[in-house]
């Protein structure tokens, strides 16, 4: 199913080679909805660290905001066949979306992450209280953020983007 996915999608066939592959999380349970609404989902050790990470980060008198948690390798497919029929090119958007089998929100534990009075998916989450705030607690929740500037991935840099580590 992968295969005939990046096939259709146009993802180059080495892609992936020096990037681990996520598999699709089958025990989720439900951490509330999203800023439009959704329901998110992640598994239940990532749900209960982000709970508490969240409920520390309130008694600091930040606000964390949950953007997106687990998705199927089937909606990261839609993601990317979205911008293909807005027509951005394979290459470009494989710079800011990994192609399907290669999102960690297949495991159902990374959080895209916001917070009130920054838009949400952008650059601007970094000039936040509630990054700086990740950047010096996140770690004791076994959060860290995945896309630095210049990561090994060559994937752009997002600062909203954390993953439950171990």
Do not use: C
Request: a negative charge.
């Amino acid at each position: 199913m992968l295969r005939e996915l990046h096939t259709e999608l146009g993802i180059p066939d080495d892609y992936g080679i020096d990037r681990p592959v996520f598999y699709e999380a089958i025990d989720l349970v439900e951490v509330g909805p999203n800023l439009l609404g959704r329901m998110q989902k992640l598994t239940p050790l990532a749900a209960l660290r982000w709970q508490s990470m969240v409920a520390a980060a309130t008694e600091d008198r930040i606000t964390l905001l949950i953007v997106s948690g687990y998705r199927s390798i089937e909606y990261q497919g839609a993601l990317i066949r979205k911008k293909i029929n807005a027509g951005q090119v394979i290459e470009e958007i494989l710079r800011v979306n990994t192609a399907p089998g290669y999102s960690e929100h297949h495991s159902g534990q990374a959080i895209d992450i916001a917070t009130p009075g920054s838009r949400p998916l952008t650059e601007d989450f970094e000039s936040t209280d509630a990054f700086r705030w990740l950047e010096a607690e996140a770690g004791r929740f076994d959060f860290s953020m995945t896309y630095s500037r210049d990561n090994a991935w060559g994937i752009a840099y997002e600062p909203w983007h954390w993953s439950l580590q171990g």
